[in-house]
């Protein structure tokens, strides 16, 4: 594991044993949104009106410090469903990316679109947090999970009827994929250096079960890179940094979200 996903993982457990402590699996499993219906993102990325793009929400990262935080997650993920998002990526991790659980509620009182819980999981108490805040989908590493948890976390999530995108950053992870995971990123950051690589999904396409629809993730800047990844196989591409670091991220994606719609009628 690189240097930075241990130590994320190592604070991620110690802040889940306090949070299992202040609010029980059972208060959780009352919360009002514990039983809202969840929404598919695996159908939302090949809807005909939307982009396929999974549009971050993310103040900041350990390999940028800062991206944005002065904007709100209401305006910004209003505006990335109203111009044509599959689904939303809301980081939750407070420490590393400024994220908190409370703007994956906000963001869900406002859409109706799928939101990927964009957190680092290391424990089944935050899948079922998940589903009590309003997520859709959750977010597996397969650098941070050992086989048997990528297969138990999945089955626990199907269970509470919520979606699994399993993070992977080399062919050899792919062993982890299992059968309950509906849908397999590539991430082509690499979690040492922190360099961006889109080559890397290129690279690992061919070798991802056809029956899991493949993400795209980081380092995504460009509606020609989208065109050339559709050919690739990919359905889904989740992007940030791109937008939220810009002075009006919302701004940035409709002017985005408009070229690649302009760029796809053009084909
Ligand atoms: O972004 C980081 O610095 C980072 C560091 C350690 C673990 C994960 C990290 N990023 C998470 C992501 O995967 C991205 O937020 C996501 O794929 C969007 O990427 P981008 O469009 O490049 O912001």
């Not at 604070?11 to 219906?37: C, S, Y």
């Amino acid at each position: 594991m690189s240097n930075i996903l241990a130590e994320i993982v190592a604070q991620k457990h110690k802040e889940v044993a306090e949070r299992q402590t202040n609010r029980l699996v059972q208060d959780l499993e009352r919360a009002t949104l514990f039983n809202r219906k969840t929404l598919s993102l695996k159908s939302f990325l090949v809807a005909p009106t939307r982009t396929g793009i999974i549009a971050e929400f993310k103040r900041k990262s350990p390999s940028k410090g800062i991206i944005n935080d002065m904007v709100k997650v209401q305006t910004v993920t209003g505006a990335y469903n109203r111009f044509g998002a599959s689904g939303l990526s809301v980081l939750t991790d407070g420490p590393y990316f400024g994220g908190s659980i409370d703007d994956l509620i906000q963001a869900r009182e406002i859409n109706n679109i799928p939101i990927l819980r964009k957190d680092f999981i290391v424990d089944e108490y935050q899948i079922i947090e998940a589903k009590a805040i309003g997520a859709d989908v959750i977010l597996l590493i397969a650098e941070c999970l050992t086989k048997e948890q990528v297969a138990q976390f999945a089955k626990t999530a199907h269970d509470l009827d919520l979606e699994v995108l399993l993070e992977i950053h080399s062919a050899e992870q792919l062993d982890k994929v299992a059968k309950d995971v509906d849908l397999v990123g590539v991430n082509n950051r690499d979690l040492t250096t922190f360099t961006v690589d889109v080559n890397r999904s290129f690279e690992l396409a061919p070798l991802i079960p056809a029956d899991k629809v493949k993400v795209a993730e980081s380092g995504i800047t460009d509606v020609n890179v989208i065109i050339s990844l559709k050919k690739a196989g990919f359905d889904g591409f989740l992007i940030g940094e791109h937008f939220m670091k810009q002075s009006s991220p919302d701004k940035a994606f409709e002017r985005f979200a408009g070229d690649l719609q302009h760029q796809l009628a053009s084909l």
